[in-house]
């Protein structure tokens, strides 16, 4: 069998202009220059804004591989990746209201398009695939979500852009706000995939309080802050009969699923036994569909979970078949501590988890690494 093809579907940049707009700011997120002239920092999380530590040490360093999109081509030639399909990292624009929302989506997508052009155009000719698409972002905050759809419509129309990235608080409420109805019907319209990202982690209380949190530095917030809150919100958005009402929507969930593969036995049976839905009071029926149709329709899920048991429950879920799940780096976040090493130890774990958990059916492997974003997100 031939090489497989590598398709890269988790891998963020922020655009000059999304870092310059960082660095003019002074709350999260922001940039912060120290004085000693050492890196940059990027202090995005609300965690990493805390007053005890120094601000010269918030937060992490951020370097070119976040913006500079040849540091990128080249982190894809050292790690085998063929094509990437690169979105805006977090926060996106959830921190941007209004009008100014609409605009900074259009730059940021129209950005975003002719990277991936000149990239293409430049490219070899003997590729097998075009270097670079990418996922859009969404104007959330702009004051009436027909604005959000319209820009959906628009970027659709845009050759390179294959799905939009959205966080977890959709226009601030949550993915169960009414508010949010006419973006998932303009997503289902035009067939964009939706790629459902984690951003705000879970209150600091959570984990014992600040302290604890600052005790073992992003580990908490990261480990596990983000991927319940992947779930907290994929289950809400199940809850309120989003997939009963949009049947043919795409959503591709970061980290795995966070932990739905694990967890929706248990929320398909606590609804089942949940006599009344308090929404509107008590009128509302639960959802209408079972979450395992669901998992097996509507979602897609990343295979960035560092590990064969999460690899093989995100099959599981998906009804057994390795067609759902899709290789991915996270490229720039989690880059060796030690500068001499070549290969990205975050990258390599997940190649050899697939390989581990897949290894006998290669067809599997080649699906998982590149042949399932190929077919589903129509890269050529
Ligand atoms: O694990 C991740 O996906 C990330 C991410 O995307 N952004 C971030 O700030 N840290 C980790």
């Known amino acids: 069998m031939s090489d497989p093809l590598i398709v890269d579907i988790h891998t963020h940049v922020y655009p000059p202009a999304y870092i310059d707009m960082l660095r003019a700011r002074n709350k999260v997120p922001y940039i912060h220059d120290p004085s000693d002239s050492g890196p940059p920092r990027l202090i995005i999380l609300s965690s990493d804004d805390d007053s005890n530590i120094p601000l010269d040490q918030r937060g992490r360093p951020v370097d070119s591989s976040y913006s500079d999109i040849k540091v990128k081509l080249d982190f894809m030639d050292k790690h085998g990746i063929d094509c990437s399909v690169i979105s805006l990292a977090n926060p996106w624009l959830d921190f941007i209201g209004e009008e100014q929302a609409s605009e900074w989506a259009q730059k940021i997508n129209d950005d975003l398009e002719s990277t991936c052009a000149q990239v293409n155009g ?21 004051t009436e979500q027909v604005a959000v759809a319209d820009e959906v419509h628009r970027i659709s129309t845009l050759p390179h852009i294959r799905g939009v990235i959205m966080g977890t608080t959709g ?39 600040p302290e604890i949190v600052r005790r073992y530095g992003h580990v908490l917030p990261l480990a596990l802050g983000f991927p319940l809150e992947t779930t907290i919100a994929i289950t809400r958005m199940y809850l309120s009969g989003v997939f009963d009402r949009f049947p043919k929507l795409r959503i591709l969930l970061a980290h795995s699923g966070g932990t739905l593969p694990f967890l929706a036995g248990r929320i398909e049976s606590c609804i089942v036994h949940e006599r009344i839905f308090t929404v509107n009071g008590g009128s509302i029926p ?27 429950a995100a099959v599981e879920a998906g009804g057994g078949s390795t067609d759902r799940l899709l290789f991915g780096t996270d490229h720039p976040f989690f880059p060796p501590l030690n500068e001499e090493e070549d290969q990205w130890t975050s990258v390599t774990t997940n190649y050899k988890a697939i390989s581990a958990s897949f290894g006998e059916d290669q067809d599997a492997v080649a699906a998982v690494l590149g042949g399932n974003a190929v077919r589903l997100l129509n890269l050529k």
């Open 286 to 312: 639960g959802p209408q569909r079972d979450i395992w149709d669901v998992l097996k329709t509507n979602i897609y899920l990343d295979a960035v979970t560092y590990g064969t048991a999460g690899l093989k």
């Open 122 to 142: 430049a490219a070899a000719s003997s590729n097998k695939i075009s270097r670079l698409f990418a996922f859009g972002t969404l104007p959330l905050g702009a």
């Open 171 to 209: 226009r601030g409420h949550g993915l169960d706000d009414p508010e949010l109805e006419a973006v998932w019907g303009a997503l289902q319209d035009t067939q964009l995939m939706l790629f459902l990202h984690p951003h705000y982690g879970l209150p600091d209380e959570a984990f014992g309080g």
